[in-house]
């Protein structure tokens, strides 16, 4: 026998006595909205327990063509809705092999809005589509400089010299209009009045500046811009390293990590997540970078590498005793 007439055979069979009880359920429920008809249903469930869901939803739809729910069928939301979906939607541009190699590279390095902005889209089609494609649209991997520093075993200006040489890329590379300001500021003396007019208007009109604008606001080359980068006189906008970034340093430019100045564990791990090779440990420490080797406890319980030591016992107040000896 059918469903369908397994339903009927179904509500036939139910005691007539019973089946008011059932309707003001169900039009209690429908009232009420989907989530009190869901309960209503399984309430009746339990009271009948020849009948399933099926049976509940033919029931819904004849007591619709009662005259006490009839009216329920056009409500205000109902209309908003139904015009909302009459007006037709401009037809959404489709997602060509091209737009998804770009959108792939950029997910997890730039923020969703970005992504949106360079592609020519919406946030929510972003959004989408890295969704379909299993991606996630959060910027939640990557290393700060300081957490870099320690890692590497470098000082802040090796790092800088690493990104201003473009070996490693941080997350917005664009020149801050105010560090630009500040560098002009200084030179100011030497340059004519027309020169520094120019030069105010191009760092007003935009927040940022790329590399080569920068450049040719100052009147200097791109690479003489690398080295005020590496210099720390330009200020980059966002400093953060995404672990794709270190990835691709690590994978072009791992003959300049020293393994030598890090413990075993860490240049391990390097090798094994990043593909760093083991070369840099026949690398000679030089005596000025022999600190690195050194790590020293504070009595607030931190391990720190190098000198860097000295300088926090002097704000550590937990420190203020003797220091710590040496640990390794």
Known sequence: MSSAGEGT???????????PAIDRLL????????ARKHKAINKILQLVPTWTRGDCWRRIRQLRKTSELAGLAQTPLRNKLEESAAVRRAPSRPWIPADDDKLLNWAGYEP????AQRLGRSVRAVRFRLGALGMSAKVTDGWSQRGLRTLLRVSPGRLRFLIGNAMLRVRDSRITSSSL???????????????????????AKDDSHSWERAGGILGVTVAQVQNLISGSQLKLVDMFVTDRSFEEF???????INTSLMDPATAKWLASEYGVSGSGNGRIVSRAQKHAL??????????????????????????????????G
């Open 9 to 19: 055979r179904n509500q036939a069979t139910i005691n007539p006595r019973l089946l």
């Open 181 to 203: 300001a500040a560098l002009c500021a200084k030179s100011c003396p030497s340059m004519d009045p027309s020169t520094i007019e120019r030069l105010t208007a191009a760092i």
């Open 112 to 115: 969703v809005k970005k992504i």
């Open 27 to 34: 039009i209690a429920g429908i009232k009420l909205g989907p």
């Open 250 to 256: 690590c994978r072009k430019h791992g003959g300049e």
């Open 294 to 327: 050194v790590t020293r406890r504070c009595k607030c319980g931190k391990k720190i590498v190098g000198n860097v030591y000295f300088k926090h016992v002097k704000h550590c107040r937990p420190a203020e005793g003797p220091a710590m000896r040496k640990t």
